[in-house]
């Protein structure tokens, strides 16, 4: 089988790159790849054929811009209105944008949320045909393997125009909550039946076109737990703690969120003065200096490890592991370490960080039912580092958490595209 690929992100998503490894021993793969990400997915694809896509310069380009402007602020969004304005202005916030194009871009987004929707992704991606484009695909290709957020609405609409069968794979919980570039020609693959009813509900996305499949990221837990007794029994650290990773690297959201883990730290050393505070910071954060205010603190331990490996065998061996938002929080949920979602944020002065807390995913998936392992308050969060001291963690379970997501090999899913591809061959999907 020959299958086209338009993937992104070779350094920060190592188990896609795994994937399409795995699939390349057996099919042919095309993979379809920005220009400066190009040469990286040759060096981590050996069997794949990578096809640099560069941006077009001609005299459409113009028109292409003056659509794209069209599409941001009369193109349809998700009924999560929320999670996808707060998205689009962290991403301005830290965009390399100058200063020029960036007010052009804040303007528009504002306005859009006075505007009425009336342009589809489908409609946006129709529109993107009537330029010319340097990017020709292979006709011979049998099926695309796309994943979110797609990284290039130009090829999408040339990969369309094949009539070929596409499949999408929802790389994330809160991607169906915050993008608007969901197509309704194509299948989707998701992590469980909640982000299936998340595509339906949100995105308006038939349940037909709709897949429940796994979670390549969680490949690594269940590799992870059936990994020789030595290989993980061991403590990374000597002491007891509690691991606390950070949900951002946006420089405004996450000096709020260190805010807020120097009291945690403070106030679990008076509780728990023979224990540490394991802090992880974000990977992608540059800005170093904004952790400052924690390295002064006697009881916080910086989490400087990069492996898969390390960060799990961190989780694991922990007493508890706080977090405001992150999928990490999802992932510690396959541990016997209780998981707890921080909603400490004083929403008046610190609005941003609160929203990102009461993100549509974290609402969903981690903040209701009796069941949830939520901190909201200082004396609720006292109560619970006293219990774990006294090795009460069998008042916390992570039980719903993992219940929701099937733990697969990667070489299972890779199996299972196969087949599901297989199956719906000859299914082409019309808008």
């Not at 113009?62 to 602020?73: A, D, M």
């Not at 490996?309 to 977090?323: E, G, T, Y």
Request: positive net charge; contains cysteine.
């Amino acid at each position: 089988m020959k299958i086209g690929v338009l993937a992104s992100y070779p350094d920060t998503r190592r188990d896609i790159c795994d994937l399409l490894n795995l699939l390349s021993q057996e099919h042919n793969l095309v993979l379809y790849a920005r220009d400066f990400e190009a040469k990286k997915f040759s060096l981590l694809l050996t069997a794949a054929t990578v096809i640099t896509v560069t941006p077009s310069i001609n005299f459409t380009r113009f028109f292409k811009i003056l659509w794209q402007f069209v599409y941001l602020v009369l193109g349809q969004i998700p009924i999560s209105r929320y999670n996808y304005y707060m998205t689009e202005h962290i991403k301005l916030l830290n965009s390399g944008y100058k200063k020029g194009p960036k007010f052009i871009q804040s303007t528009l987004l504002s306005l859009s949320k006075i505007t009425p929707k009336i342009i589809s992704y489908d409609q946006y991606l129709n529109g993107l045909s009537w330029f010319k484009t340097t990017i020709e695909i292979q006709p011979d290709i049998d099926v695309f393997l796309c994943f979110t957020e797609i990284s290039n609405d130009g090829v999408l609409s040339e990969i369309l125009k094949q009539n070929k069968p596409v499949w999408t794979y929802v790389y994330s919980w809160d991607h169906p909550c915050k993008m608007k570039t969901f197509s309704k020609r194509t299948n989707y693959l998701v992590w469980n039946e909640g982000l299936k009813n998340d595509l339906i509900n949100l995105q308006n996305i038939h349940a037909d076109q709709i897949q429940v499949w796994g979670a390549t990221q969680f490949t690594y837990i269940e590799n992870f737990l059936h990994c020789k007794p030595s290989e993980s029994q061991n403590s990374p650290y000597h002491f007891s703690y509690i691991y606390l990773g950070c949900a951002t690297g946006y420089d405004k959201l996450a000096r709020q969120e260190v805010k807020y883990c120097v009291q945690i730290a403070k106030q679990l050393n008076e509780i728990l003065p023979d224990w540490k505070l394991v802090f992880r910071p974000y990977p992608f954060q540059n800005n170093q200096k904004i952790y400052q205010p924690l390295l002064d603190l006697p009881n916080v331990v910086f989490d400087k490890s990069i492996s898969i490996h390390d960060k799990l065998s961190a989780i694991q061996h922990s007493r508890a592991f706080f977090h405001f938002g992150t999928t990490m929080g999802y992932e510690a949920g396959y541990f016997d370490t209780p998981s707890f979602l921080i909603d400490l944020v004083n929403q008046k002065t610190d609005k941003l960080l609160y929203g990102f807390i009461h993100q549509y995913q974290n609402d969903r998936y981690l903040n209701t039912g009796p069941d949830s392992l939520v901190i909201k308050d200082w004396t609720e969060l006292a109560e619970i580092a006293t219990n774990l001291s006294h090795q009460k963690t069998y008042l916390y379970s992570n039980t719903k958490t993992r219940a929701s997501t099937r733990l697969h090999t990667l070489p299972n899913l890779a199996e299972k595209l196969i087949k599901l591809i297989s199956l719906n061959n000859n299914h082409k999907i019309t808008a």
